[in-house]
C-alpha cells in the first residue's frame, strides 16, 4: 500500500524558514510528478509546488521566489523548502503525487506549519 509520510513543520515567525520532508514506500517514486499541498483551517486543499520526475519544478503565484521544491529520488524523498513564510501560509502540509484524488488512500498526517509572532 502506498504511503505518503510528511515531517519537518512546526511553529515559526513571520519572516522565518521551515523545511517539510515528503518520504513514500510503496510506490515507483522516481516516476511520479510529486507534489506538496495545504489545507488551512475551512480552506479546501490546495497544491503549493509540484516538481517532476525529472527535477523540474513548478510553483502556485503564492510559492514563487519563497518556497522551493526539490526531490532525491535514490531516497524516495521530496522536500519543500519554505522562505519568509506569512501568517497565511499556516496550514497543514500534505505530499502526494500531483493531481492525486482527495479520496485517495495514500495521503498522510500532514504536517502542521504555524506562523505566528
Known amino acids: 500500500q502506498v504511503q505518503f509520510v510528511e515531517s519537518g513543520g512546526g511553529l515559526v515567525q513571520p519572516g522565518g524558514s521551515l523545511r517539510l520532508s515528503c518520504t513514500t514506500s510503496?510506490?515507483?517514486?522516481?516516476?511520479?510528478?510529486a507534489a506538496w499541498y495545504r489545507q488551512a483551517p475551512g480552506k479546501q486543499r490546495e497544491v503549493v509546488a509540484y516538481?517532476?520526475?525529472?527535477?523540474?519544478?513548478h510553483y502556485v503565484d503564492f510559492a514563487k521566489d519563497r518556497f522551493i521544491i526539490s526531490r532525491d529520488n535514490a531516497k524516495n524523498t521530496m522536500y519543500l523548502q519554505m522562505n519568509y513564510l506569512l501568517p497565511e501560509d499556516t496550514a497543514v502540509y500534505y505530499c502526494?503525487?500531483?493531481?492525486?484524488?482527495?479520496?485517495?488512500?495514500?495521503w498522510g498526517p500532514g504536517t502542521q506549519v504555524t506562523v505566528s509572532s
Open positions: 502526494n503525487p500531483y493531481e492525486a484524488p482527495i479520496t485517495s488512500t495514500s
Open positions: 510503496g510506490v515507483l517514486f522516481n516516476i511520479l510528478v
Open positions: 516538481i517532476t520526475n525529472g527535477g523540474t519544478p
